[in-house]
């Protein structure tokens, strides 16, 4: 069997692999509700919150940052705040249930799907965002961004390969 084809074969798995993970994910965005969703956001905000707890490597990420990130829905249905701090010397992030007026960044999603769609998105494209309409934003758009370099960087740091890795 030759390289060529082994790398052709693995492309081929990997259209395949996004498809249908793309699909799931869908499924799974229109099948929750409101309630369902604002759940959804705090459990991520909680479990970034613990993996910083647990993981000296993942807390230098934010030695030294401090900052509220703050998510909320046109209708204000849905919301929650990340805060970026430090207790007993170490960093930190704490949650809370409903979007803060004095963050350092708010973002504000078009809906509760639009929300669903930019959390479960494994690189979430905050431009694109912008331009259809799904999210705004009030602030230093620099919080955002460091915001998903964390949510990017959770399965590095845990050791999850997201995508196959590339054969050259």
Known sequence: MSYTYKKSKINIFRIIWDRMLRKVRETFIAQMDSNKMDKLLELGLKAMSLLFLLCPEYRENIKG??????????????????????FLHLPVLRVRKTAVSNA??????????????????PSPDIISGILDNKLNFTGNMNYILRFVFLAMDIPEVLGIRTRLPDIR
């Open 104 to 121: 350092n960044v708010t973002i504000t999603f078009s809906d509760g799907q639009a929300m669903a769609s930019f959390i479960t998105e």
């Open 65 to 86: 940052f401090k900052g509220k990130v703050a998510f909320n829905t046109v209708d204000g249905q849905l919301g929650a705040t990340a805060s970026f701090g430090r």
